[in-house]
C-alpha cells in the first residue's frame, strides 16, 4: 500500500460524458501528479500541482481540467470524452524538500469510454 | 520538458542471464534517476534510484549506474528470474520536479 487513494478504481461511461477522478495523497506529501497510460504506452505527464496551486502542465488536453484542494486532495476532470481517452489514469505523490524524492503511485482509475 | 529515451522496447532473457536497459536525458540540471517497475495491471513502483553524486548504486540483483557527462543511465538486473517480469521505466525529473518518465522496457524473463 503507497498511502496514495484513488476513486474510482473502474469506470465505464460514453463518448461525450464528463467524469471525475479523485486522489487522496500520503500524508504529509504536498505534491500531487496526475498520469495517463493507455493501453501498452508509457506514462505520460498531464500535470502537477503543489501545495494547492499548479505547478506545471505536461500533455493534458484542453478538455481536461484539474484542481489540488486546501485538503491536499486532487481531482481531474474529463469531459467531452472520446473513445482514445480510455485508459488507466493514475495520481502520485511526492514530498518536495531540497532535494527530488520518490513519487508514490495510487493503484489507478481505469476508464473506459463506449 | 525533460526529453528522456528508453531502451530497447522489449527484452526477453533467459532465466539466469542478465538484462540491461538504458535511458538517455536531455536537462543537464537533473540529478535524480529513479527506475520504476510496473507488474501487469499494478502501479509502478520504486524499485532503485541514484543521485548525480553517485556514478553507481546496488541493491542486491539490481544495479543502476550513471554517466552525467553523456547524460545517460542504465539498469543491470543479474540472474534474472521470472517474477522480474515486467515494464521497467526509468524517469529523470526536471529542475521544476516533473517526472518525465521514458517508454518503458517490457522484459520478459524466460524460465
Known amino acids: 500500500d503507497s498511502g496514495v487513494t484513488q476513486t474510482p478504481k473502474h469506470l465505464i461511461t460514453a463518448t461525450g460524458q464528463r467524469v471525475t477522478l479523485r486522489c487522496s495523497p500520503r500524508s504529509g506529501d504536498l505534491s500531487v501528479y496526475w498520469y495517463q497510460q493507455s493501453l501498452d504506452q508509457g506514462l505520460q505527464f498531464l500535470i502537477q500541482y503543489y501545495n494547492g496551486e499548479e505547478r506545471a502542465k505536461g500533455n493534458i488536453l484542453e478538455r481536461f481540467s484539474a484542481q489540488q484542494f486546501p485538503d491536499l486532495h486532487s481531482e481531474l476532470n474529463l469531459s467531452s470524452l472520446e473513445l482514445g481517452d480510455s485508459a488507466l489514469y493514475f495520481c502520485?505523490?511526492?514530498?518536495?524538500?531540497?532535494?527530488?524524492?520518490?513519487?508514490?503511485f495510487g493503484e489507478g482509475s481505469r476508464l473506459t469510454v463506449l | 520538458g525533460e526529453n528522456v529515451e528508453q531502451h530497447p522496447s522489449t527484452l526477453s532473457v533467459q532465466e539466469g542471464d542478465s538484462a540491461v536497459i538504458k535511458c538517455t536525458y536531455s536537462d543537464s540540471a537533473s540529478n535524480y534517476f529513479p527506475w520504476y517497475k510496473q507488474e501487469l495491471g499494478k502501479r509502478p513502483q520504486l524499485i532503485i534510484d541514484i543521485r548525480s553524486n553517485v556514478g553507481e548504486k546496488k541493491d542486491q540483483r539490481i544495479a543502476v549506474t550513471l554517466n552525467k557527462t553523456a547524460k545517460h543511465f542504465s539498469l543491470h538486473i543479474t540472474e534474472t528470474q521470472p517474477e522480474d517480469s515486467a515494464v521497467y521505466f526509468c524517469?529523470?525529473?526536471?529542475?521544476?520536479?516533473?517526472?518525465?518518465f521514458g517508454t518503458g522496457t517490457s522484459l520478459t524473463v524466460i524460465p
Open positions: 524517469a529523470a525529473p526536471n529542475t521544476g520536479n516533473q517526472f518525465y
Open positions: 502520485a505523490s511526492s514530498v518536495i524538500g531540497a532535494n527530488t524524492g520518490e513519487l508514490f
